[in-house]
Every structure is written in C-alpha cells, then in structure tokens.
C-alpha cells in the first residue's frame, strides 16, 4: 500500500467517526489494519467491534441503558486512537517526514531512562563548572554543555514522537513539568513537544497534562506555555477535545484558579492580534523601513553639527530645528506608530527577523521553542568574551521574542570583533539604564503574565510560518481566526463580555468583520453588555464588511432609544446612498446638516447625491454654499465645474478648471473634463492639447485614457458630440504623442 493510499483510508475513516458512521469507520479501519499485519492493533479492533455490536444487539432489543451516550462516545474516541496508531504503524517505515524520522531513531527509548540519563548530565556539568577558576576547564565545560543541550532535543524529539503517550510516560513527564527536577527552559521545552505532537496526533493524555502543568506548575514561564498550548490543541481538534470528559472536567477545576480567566483572555487576544502579523510585516517591510532608508542621506546631513559631526538622536532637544525637520519629513510619525504597534503587543519585527531563521542553531527543530538562556553554547560561541553584557541586555529587550532574542545574538556574533565590542559598550550603557528603570517600577505580575504569552505566541507563529518543514503539522496559525469563542471547552471563560468587547474592537480596528460582528452579536444578549452602543458597533461592523442593509437593522434599534443622533442618522444615511434610496440618504443628511450648518462634507455629500440622483441645479447651488464655507480649500471647485459643464455653463466650468490648475495640482480627471468642455465649445484644437497633458499625467497609458474618455461618451453625446469624434479623438491625441 503506497503513502497515498494510507492517507486517503486514514482521512477517511476520521471523517466517517467525525460524521457517527461507526459501521464504516471500522471497514476502512479494518483495511489498515490487516496492512499492518500487527495481532495486537488487530485484538484491540475486535475489542471495540465487539462491543459496537453488543450496544447495537441491546438497542435492538429495547434495552434501555443510560450509559449509551457514554460508551458510544468512549468507541468512537478508541477507533480514533486505533485508526492513528494503525496510520503511524504504517507510515513510519515509509515516510520521510521529520516526525516518523524521529521515532524510527529512537525506537524504544525509555522516556524515563533519558529523563535519568539528562539529569546525570547536568550533575557533570554543574561539577565541571564548579572546580575553582586556576583548574577551570573552559574545552570541557562546552564539551558537557553540547552534551546536555543534545539531550535536551532528544527528550523535547522522544515526547513530541510518542503516540499515544503511555501511563508510565505520562507519570514521568507529570513529574517533570510540574517539579523542580529539571531546569525551566527543559520544563517550557517538554510544553512546547507535547504541542508539537498534538499538532500531528489528537492525545487526550498530552492534553490533560498540559492542563495540569498549568495548575501544577510553580514557573509562569512553564504555566502560560502549558495553557497555551492546551488552547491550541483544543482549537485544532476542537470536535475531539469538546467531547472528551477528561478535559471538560479538567476545564471546570480551572474555574477556581483565580488567573486563568485573565490568562485565558490574554491567550485569545494575542492569538487574535497574531492574524494581523503578515500585515504588519508587509507594513513594516515595504512602508516603514524602506521610507526611513530612503530619507538616510538627508537624515545624516540634517543632524550634522557646526564640525561636520553627526549629533546623536538622544540629543534633539539641542535644536528645535532638527525635530521641526524630522516632523515634516514624516520619520517622526512613523516612528510613533511604529511604537504606538509595539504598546499594543503588536509583531512589528517578524519582518526584520524573519531573514535571521537560516543559522544552523534553527535546523534542530527543538530550538524555535528554546526560552533565551544566556548560558546556551550556541551564545558563548556567538558573542564570545562580550557574552554576559549583551545577553543580560537581549534577555531583558522588551519586545523581542525568545526566538528573536536567540537570531539577535547569532548575527551579533558574525560582526567583526570592532563592530560588536562597539555594539556591546552602546547596549551595556542602555542596559544600565534599563536596569534602573526596572527598579524604580513596581512589580506586576499581570503585566508580566501577558508579556510572557505574547513572547511565545509569537514564537509559535515563527515556527509554524518559517520552519522549513513547516507543512509537515497542522498549520494552526492559519486557523480561521484562531478563534477560541467557539472552542467549547473554554467558552464560559472565552465568551466573557469584557473578552468579547476587546477581541470585536480588535477584529474590527484589523477590518475582520466577519469576525467582530461575531463578537458583537454575542454580545447584544448578555447582561453584562447592557450599553444600548452595541447596536452601533454590530451596525458600524456589519456597513464596513458591505452589508448595509444588515447595518441598518441595528442603526434603526439604536434609533428607537436615541432619536436624532448625529453620528448614527450619518451613518444610516451612508447606509441608504449604498443602497441607492436617495430620497431616504438625503433626508437623513438634510436634518444633520441642520445640526451642523458649518460642516462642509455634509454639504458636499448632499451635494453629491442630488447629483448622482439628476439634480445639476441643486446640487450646484449646494457646492456654491460649500465653496463659501470656511476650511472649503478649494473642495467645491470640481463639481462646480463639472455641474456648470452638464448645465451647459462651458465659461464657468473652464474658469473653474482654469482656478484649479492656477491654485491647485489638476489631476489628470480635471484636464480630461477641462478638454471635454473645450470640444464642446467647438474648441477642438485646444481640446485635444487638454487631453494629451490628460495622458502624461496618466504615464502615457493610452488604455487608462481611451477608458476614462469613453466612460463620459453618453454626456458627450447629450452635449452635440458626435458618436464618429468620439471614435476619432483619442486616436488623434495618441497619434500625435507618439509622432513627438
């Protein structure tokens, strides 16, 4: 049996239990298995059959039995189980995949034997370290530290490969987690293995003591992780996980934990801000570093002194003119919302990160999990002499995650030596500072509870979006919205009010809108959402994902508890232009334009719709009343003169495009009207000038401009211009560009 056909019977006898067609889910079953050739994968199939017909004999029979709910669920969770062992069984000896690699290597390796082997190791270590400084041994400190990092990956590669995980396993790893026998890093690493093999298998034994490890655990690092991976498993098999009475009892036992609501609410906001991360990238990748880079030669003249010396940025209060200069030029914005992203927990440096992925130090799968230690080899080997200033300094760097913290430093060791006994002198001094403002803040621990999950959510993102072999587990940062509202085992604490609120408000600021009406909707019938706004949120969401009619239904329930609200009639009225109901937009705008007699887009939009609706002559004594107002800065020049053309006003109009091109830039529009009024005064020869500037502004693309000139051929028409000049001008204006 090929790979391919392993798989195809494997997916197929998961969506047969998915869908309760047990019948069919033990043939294909039954396929693998006489594959396999194994007797006990065999025993344990007539087991689960035979206990599949007796329930099937008794219900036949009438026997009515309380428990059936139970032992149906209990069949299906087995044949789920048997039908992955048997698909492992199978493809082990055949796959190249990482995951199979990795059992074939380690066979029947005793987890509780490497656990001994591992802590023996760190004992050598440790008394190797301790010999006093004249009998130090530098060569064989590294040599006992690549020993136990080695054995760390092996541990981290024997769980994540283990399926399903045994009692004796599964007490071991408990004892690990949980206890102080192991350093944290090893403990947060056995977190992040169980994950790794919940994404390739469903395990109810790694997910209950990922639960525990949460409650168990003394370590925040070891807490947080547990629990966030624990929501991502749950998440990724969300049917399996919901029905599984372990974790509900487990889930309900966490109710009395005083931070796991708060923690809960941490894990699903970043999970939610972390869709948003490829936006962010491409923003900081393609917009903000480039325009920064673009303006570096100016940047460095600007902030020259009298001597020709560059003044250092921390300087600038020295002269009012440098920050005058960096405002105008835009860097100063761009470096607030730089800053305002990071406040916000936002991943603004996956972008410059991500090309830092391809050190061997992230070849060994279990490193992008790795919490950043200062004493791993691969930093002294890296920083060198420089090591324990730069480390303390990157170890406390605010927001960079783990994974980055580790690329920091590996490029940090390939400057040459001048460059990074520099870069150490400038980051001891910050740290120094750093270390100071520490200090002088008071501890909290929620703060750095949710510093925590948003270092290792982004870590996971890393993985899961750069490891070469990615695609080898379920992509879970592609999840649809990571959205754990609907993660059944979690939603008493996930569909809290105050939750849902944050999560709607962030989907919507990231123009998800499917998602914050989600959030919103739920919100509309609890009683902790009693705020009549949420009818505007729900209607403001559903207006922007294009839905106006859905949108109007909750501007109107607004409407109802607070009649003539500015901002609401506003918004209905948009609602009602979409929709194309005119007389409705407009009389929504007339009466908040009576509200705000001085608003001049009000009187613009109004302005717009007459015209859209075939009002020429209101709609131009409505931009008349615009152009007077105060702050107009020249709005209404454009459909007043476009007004005066269809009105047959061909002087006004040309003295309005005329005011534009003198007082304002034209846009290639502006002369494409300009010269459509010239043709039709019969001032062909001045028209056809018009209309080539039209097309340099349009690059020469003679496609955009014969477009652009056939949009306007019906109001040509109605103005006595003929169907055959119509056909022969652009020719004409692209003829004569060209022969130039």
């Not at 789920?80 to 796959?95: A, V």
Request: glycine content about 4%; some cysteine.
């Amino acid at each position: 049996m090929t790979i391919q056909e392993i798989d195809n019977i494997h997916s197929l006898a998961t969506r047969c239990i998915d869908n309760a067609e047990v019948n069919d889910a033990f043939g294909h079953i039954t396929t693998l298995v006489e594959e396999t050739g194994r007797t006990s994968l065999n025993d344990e199939l007539e087991r689960l059959r035979m206990s599949y017909t007796f329930m099937l004999k008794y219900l036949e029979q009438g026997v009515m039995d309380p428990q059936r709910d139970q032992i149906m669920s209990d069949i299906c969770q087995s044949l789920y189980t048997l039908n992955d062992r048997t698909y492992i069984s199978l493809k082990e000896p055949l796959s190249p995949e990482v995951f199979y690699a990795r059992r074939r290597e380690l066979g029947n390796t005793s987890l509780v034997g490497l656990v001994e082997e591992y802590r023996e190791a760190l004992k050598e270590l440790h008394l190797v370290e301790s010999a006093s400084s004249e009998k130090s041994d530098n060569h064989a400190i590294m040599s006992r530290l690549r020993q136990v990092e080695a054995l760390e990956t092996k541990l981290f590669n024997r769980v994540w490969s283990a399926f399903p995980l045994s009692t004796e396993d599964a007490s071991s790893l408990k004892l690990c987690i949980s206890g102080d026998i192991l350093p944290v890093h090893t403990r947060c690493l056995i977190v992040a293995a169980l994950l790794l093999g919940l994404m390739m298998f469903y395990d109810e034994g790694k997910l209950l003591i990922l639960l525990e490890a949460y409650v168990q655990s003394d370590e925040p690092q070891v807490q947080l992780r547990a629990l966030t991976c624990a929501m991502l498993a749950m998440l990724a098999h969300g049917k399996r996980a919901a029905s599984s009475k372990g974790v509900n009892s487990r889930i309900a036992t966490l109710a009395d934990v005083p931070e796991f609501a708060q923690d809960v609410w941490s894990i699903q906001v970043q999970l939610a801000r972390s869709r948003n991360t490829e936006n962010i990238k491409q923003r900081v990748r393609d917009d903000l570093i480039p325009n920064i880079m673009k303006m570096r030669p100016d940047i460095i003249d600007k902030l020259k002194d009298k001597d020709s010396q560059v003044i250092d940025l921390s300087d600038i209060e020295a002269n009012p003119d440098w920050q005058q200069w960096l405002d105008q030029s835009g860097i100063t914005r761009r470096i607030e919302e730089f800053n305002a992203m990071q406040l916000e927990g936002s991943d603004v440096f996956i972008a410059t990160f991500a090309h830092l992925k391809t050190f061997p130090f992230f070849k060994t799968l279990s490193n992008w999990f790795l919490p950043f230690h200062s004493v791993h080899s691969t930093i002294i080997e890296s920083l060198g002499a420089a090591r324990i200033g730069l480390a303390d300094v990157v170890q406390h760097a605010p927001y960079l995650c783990n994974s980055d913290k580790y690329s920091f430093c590996l490029s940090l060791g390939a400057l040459p030596d001048s460059q990074r006994s520099m870069m150490s002198a400038q980051l001891e001094e910050q740290n120094a500072a750093l270390n100071e403002a520490r200090q002088s803040e008071l501890p909290d621990s929620t703060k750095q509870r949710v510093a925590i999950v948003n270092a290792f959510v982004q870590d996971l993102y890393r993985f899961f979006k750069l490891f070469s072999r990615r695609r080898e587990f379920i992509a879970i940062m592609d999840h649809a919205g990571l959205d754990m509202t609907d993660c059944i085992p979690v939603t008493r604490v996930s569909r809290d009010a105050h939750v849902l609120e944050l999560l709607g408000t962030l989907y919507f600021k990231n123009a998800f809108y499917d998602d914050a009406i989600k959030c919103f909707t739920r919100l509309e019938g609890m009683e902790d959402a009693t705020d009549d706004h949420i009818y505007q949120k729900i209607g403001f969401a559903y207006q922007n994902a294009g839905k106006a009619r859905k949108a109007l239904d909750y501007f109107k329930r607004y409407e109802l508890l607070h009649e003539d609200e500015e901002w609401n009639m506003r918004h209905m009225a948009a609602c009602y232009r979409q929709l194309g109901e005119h007389d409705k937009a407009l009389d929504y705008y007339r009466r908040v334009e009576a509200m705000r007699p001085d608003n001049v887009s009000l009187t613009l939009t109004i302005g717009h719709i007459l015209l859209e609706d075939g009002h020429t002559s209101e709609a131009l004594q409505q931009y008349f009343k615009a152009d007077l107002m105060e702050g107009a800065k020249h709005r209404a020049w454009r459909p007043i003169a476009w007004c005066s053309f269809l009105l047959n006003d061909y002087d006004r109009a040309i003295d309005y495009y005329d005011r534009i091109a003198r007082d304002d830039t034209p846009s290639p529009q502006d002369l494409l009207n300009r010269g459509h009024t010239l043709l039709c005064q019969g001032k062909t020869q001045e028209a056809i000038q018009t209309y080539r500037q039209s097309l340099k502004l349009m690059n020469g693309d003679t496609a955009k401009f014969r477009h652009a000139f056939k949009v306007d051929a019906v109001e040509l028409r109605l103005h006595g211009v003929s169907t055959v000049d119509q056909a022969l001008i652009p020719d004409v204006v692209c003829d004569l560009r060209h022969k130039q």
